[in-house]
């Protein structure tokens, strides 16, 4: 059995290593924490409400843990080197990691998993790395085991540290046996039959903020280049910044396969085949609608946020779909809810009376509403926990996630609910905004700019492409990818298409012919250049002899820079009233960005901070109050510094 079976995928799913393998581990470094009882850590939930909350399922600790303490021991016969630290915390449920230094060599693995077994977490490498932390999931046992195995000569680039052991003081699989309310429906009841592909694009996630670990939900959402680009969806009241994103964890296809009965007993209580094995770490923050982070309320915005998985692999592992969505605010019929409540199994609710817009917890109907309210379900619930999922209108489009309402069991063991409204953030408010980045969740999800308001979800694996592998190779101002192939059938040739941060930082390849045959292995190497600096997503699509274009792989690529700070003319240029700048940096630095006249004066400052490396930093110039004529914009940085001449039109 080999120790990478996974790395090509991305993705983490619970793997088996050899015992004989464990057996040459050597005896690990330990770190012991006083015991906390769970019992009281669990907080005082409110049921649901104006003040509904992420459910809190556990507390951070803070250890600062690094290899640099320990020895690195030899494995076997083998050319690698062993870091092995257990960590022991008495009292928790579960335990999980956060690195916030994850830097690995190649060739290096990172698994983590209760002491003694052979299914660990993993493996992880330097592709899971999300801004240079990583975050694991839960291992439901009061100790783990963390092993980090590199080439031996290896060790010493090895950057790691464990910034929290995150203490679990209650399970998605419960300790006390209740769990989500017995009204609930399970999405394997025959009710959800209409939904099973909607279904499987819905997950639940945890994250860290204010030293605690909170579960939420949300779904995977298409976008109009079908490029199997893996948006996430959910409510800024579960994120709110990009510093929570990068420690999500996210738990696909966790659900019952069998339906119980609602108001059983059963129903109420978590049964044993519920998976949690299937698991993917990090995202990015795309945009963001609404006043969580600045104002810490829901009310007067639409409490919207767009991720993106930072796992460079394509989802399709898990069997995901990527739903479709709808921001034409025209009022759905009906709904339907998928979602984790409680961060128990995924379930279903149905309402099948029109929704209304209004303010959140408003009554009165308003079209520029920034909520959509369910004035009561007609099967089904929410609870804390299903905060962030979507809602789905009659055409099993979204059109909002939860933020928030009254709706819950009606009483304990019951199967009715409490006829109380529940109201979700309307994607149509905030379609067209963004408070984070530069870009709003149109541009995100219409790359294409097809003017579209609604688009439909789809399954972006079947494809009658056999791909064995895909990488991309990130240079100087170029990409180079190189893909395999075991079969192709019916298909003319291939299609490149790279996304970066940037709206200009889109190049799509012209066609590149296909050569390979049914059950017949090809190669392919393709180079694209002149790229902007900065990270790109990569799609792979096919060429059907009927013209159809399919995503049939995707993978992550970062083009270097040989200036030290790089800085765009603004966009449109001459300017008239306002402007765009780009800024990028090789390495991570503050940047102060100034505006002079042909004076040599500062007429502006636009920027003052640091600048991640190789992240295109947006920069609006505001030239409505300048006179007309000729400006020197300038970046200077703590490494280099960039100038552009910029002229503006009266």
């Not at 804390?384 to 996630?401: H, M, Y």
């Not at 069991?409 to 408010?429: F, K, M, R």
């Not at 101002?477 to 940037?502: H, K, P, Y």
Request: glycine share 8%.
């Amino acid at each position: 059995m080999t120790l990478h079976p996974l790395i090509v995928l991305g993705l983490v799913m619970l793997i088996s290593y050899p015992a004989s393998l464990k057996a040459q581990s050597a005896v690990p470094s330990e770190t012991v924490l006083p015991y906390l009882n769970a019992d009281e850590l669990r907080p005082s939930e409110r049921a649901h409400g104006l003040g509904l909350e992420p459910r809190q399922i556990g507390i951070t600790r803070r250890v600062n843990r690094s290899p640099a303490l320990d020895e690195w021991t030899s494995t076997g016969n083998l050319p690698l080197r062993t870091w092995r630290h257990r960590v022991v915390a008495p009292g928790a449920v579960g335990l999980s990691l956060f690195f916030d230094r994850f830097q690995l060599p190649p060739g290096a693995t990172l698994t983590i998993g209760e002491p003694e077994k052979t299914d660990l977490y993993g493996p992880y490498t330097a592709e899971d790395a999300t801004e240079a932390s990583h975050a694991t999931p839960i291992v439901w046992n009061d100790t783990l085991v963390v092993e980090v195995r590199v080439p031996a000569d290896a060790s010493e680039t090895v950057t790691l540290r464990i910034r929290d052991v995150v203490h679990a003081f209650d399970r998605l699989r419960s300790v006390t046996g209740a769990k989500s309310g017995a009204c609930n429906i399970d999405v394997a009841c025959s009710e959800a039959d209409p939904y099973r592909d909607q279904v499987r694009s819905v997950a639940t996630y945890t994250y860290i903020e204010n030293s605690g670990q909170f579960v939420c939900t949300g779904a995977l959402v298409n976008n109009s280049a079908y490029d199997a680009r893996p948006f996430f969806l959910t409510a800024e009241h579960c994120i709110s910044t990009p510093n929570t994103a990068v420690t999500a964890v996210f738990y696909w296809n966790y659900e019952n396969s069998t339906c119980r009965t609602p108001g059983s007993t059963e129903s109420g209580n978590e049964s044993d085949d519920s998976r949690q094995e299937e698991t993917s770490s990090g995202a990015i923050m795309r945009a963001r609608a609404g006043n969580v982070h600045s104002l810490g309320t829901i009310f007067d915005g639409p409490d919207l946020v767009l991720l993106e998985l930072d796992d460079p692999a394509d989802l399709s592992t898990f069997g995901v779909y990527y739903s479709g969505w709808d921001a034409s605010g025209d009022p759905p019929q009906q709904a339907v809810s998928i979602h984790h409540p409680r961060g128990d199994a995924k379930r279903i609710s149905f309402d099948l009376d029109p929704l209304q817009r209004t303010a959140y917890f408003g009554s009165t109907e308003d079209a520029s509403g920034t909520h959509w309210k369910v004035g009561a379900w007609d099967l089904g619930t929410t609870e804390v926990g299903s905060s962030g999922s979507p809602l789905f209108g009659e055409n099993k489009r979204i059109v909002g996630v939860l933020s928030g309402g009254d709706a819950a069991c009606a009483a304990e063991g019951g199967a009715d609910d409490n006829n109380e409204p529940d109201w979700y953030g309307a994607l149509a408010a905030g379609f067209d905004e963004t408070s984070f980045g530069h870009m709003t969740f149109r541009e995100w999800l219409d790359p294409l700019g097809t003017g579209t308001l609604t688009l439909d979800g789809e399954y972006l694996d079947q494809i009658p492409v056999e791909l064995i592998s895909l990488t991309a190779t990130g240079g100087t101002n170029a990409v180079t990818v190189e893909w395999e192939t075991a079969s192709e059938t019916q298909i003319t040739g291939f299609r490149i298409v790279l996304t970066g941060d940037a709206p200009s930082h889109r190049h799509t390849s012209e066609i590149i012919t296909a050569r390979g045959a049914p059950n017949a292995r090809a190669s392919y190497r393709h180079t694209i250049s002149n790229l902007a600096p900065g990270p790109y997503h990569v799609r792979l699509a096919e060429i059907t002899v009927d013209g159809a274009e399919k995503t049939i792989g995707t993978t992550q690529a970062t083009v270097g820079m040989t200036e030290r700070v790089a800085l765009t003319l603004p966009s449109p240029h001459p300017i008239r009233s306002h402007g765009r700048v780009y800024l990028t940096v090789r390495s991570a630095q503050s940047v102060q960005v100034d505006l002079f006249d042909v004076l040599g004066r500062r007429v502006a400052r636009l920027h003052d901070g640091p600048i991640a490396r190789l992240r295109p930093l947006s920069i609006e110039l505001d030239a409505s109050e300048l006179g007309a004529g000729t400006y020197l914009l300038r970046a200077h940085g703590e490494r280099g510094s960039a100038t552009q001449r910029v002229v503006i039109l009266p």
